[in-house]
């Protein structure tokens, strides 16, 4: 009946002369064709599909669309990773994307560039000269220097970074860095600090960076210097020549929104779960969550909060700056737009977290977190948290899932072991312990910040892991000048 009534308007497809079986045919493939059409339209496949690598099939919105016009997705990106701003969750975010697109990343010998010593090319792992290499994407911790950036990324590069309010990141950073700035480690608490940061902050002294202007040294600024209005803003121009975009970590979603609209990504690659947080004390309670340090040594009144914008005022300044700049984007870009995609952001964030994670999404401490391969690394004060994934999973949601809770040190590592398969390296700690190996020993003795050690062309990372011998990085003296 289908293939008579057809053979009038369709005859090129010579219906009318099919035998019974080729007829059978004919309507089995119209049937299946009608149910994967209906499938569509109602985000069901007639027939299974094959699970992607991404968490895209899960979204029922439309978050693999790109933003609307004709633009094109940026993948040649350097982000500047400053300290404790929520920078870990971006870099996830980074590598994640560069891992599903099949980017080249600019990846460091250890876990940063040799900070806090100004950046240097030769810092990047498979440099082999100006432009010799197309790396697609930077965003490892350093201080920054353009000059020796380009001489890595290519010229078409969009640039940013992200500030936080400095007595926030004070907080962070104290907490965070107790025991490595010296500034810090003799200071009773915060607050006692914040009364008289001069009393215990030394300049000369190596990592004592973490307690004064924090910001503007990671943008290779003088974080030492007196402050002056005009010293701010030749400071403040700087950041603007060097830096498409500026995003603040106060708000991380209109951030995430402004920044896949500048780059051109899908929603999905900007959705991500916090990362590298550290434990907090609620509000409405007068006593630390789990076992972490007491929450006297992070309390400040508002007269020392006060004191500690006056101290970290060149930071002060560039927030305040930004701050501005980042609200004239967001009217730019249209305020009832920007609710409507955040709600659309956070609705994305809240399904998968029901899919990808335990404990209704939240948070833990690393000790509950079965896979060890997964826990964050521990620094300072208080818990970093992480996260524990559903069971049950299937493998191709496992693996998306797990894309976005794998920590930064981990996941360096696995892509510096895809982008250098045959490279005789060190495993880092966190790699070594992930294959069931052994990590890397740490040397007791007094080390500095990614500084070489002697002759031995040694390279120690922040944490005092010693990450292995790098022939190809020049030996530099404390002030960061070549040998």
Known sequence: MLCRRSARRM??????????????LLVFVVIAFAGQLLGVLFN??????????????????????PPQGSCRPHTHVMFLKTHKTASSTVLNMLYRFGEEQGLYFALPVGYQFGYPLPFIAQRVKGYRGPHVVEFDIMANHMRFYKPEVEKVMPADTFYFSIL????????????????VAPAFRRAKGLGDFADNPRKYYEPRLRNNHYARNLLWFDFGLDHNANFSLALAKRGEATVRRNFKLILLSEYFDQSMVLLRHALCWPLDAVVSFSLNARQQMPKARSVWVGKAAAPAALALTEEQRQKLRQWNALDWHLYQAFNRTFWAEVERFGRARMEAEVLLLRSRREILARVCLRDGGQPVEASRIRDKAIRPFQSGLVKILGYELQPGLDNGTRE?????????????DLLDLRQFPRAQQHPGPAAAAA?????LKRDPSPSRTGEHLGDLGLERDWDRTIIGRNQSIPQMDIKGRLR
């Open 400 to 412: 998306a899932c797990l894309r976005m809770i794998r920590p930064e040190i981990q996941y360096k």
């Open 11 to 24: 005859r090129w497809l010579g219906c009318y002369r099919l035998g019974p079986m080729w007829k059978a």
């Open 44 to 65: 069901k496949s007639w027939v299974q599909p094959e699970r992607p690598r991404t968490l895209f099939s899960l979204s029922p919105e439309n978050s693999q669309l």
């Open 164 to 179: 936080r309010d400095p007595v926030a990141l004070a907080e962070s950073s104290y907490a965070y860095y107790k025991n």
């Open 435 to 439: 294959a069931g190996g052994v990590a």
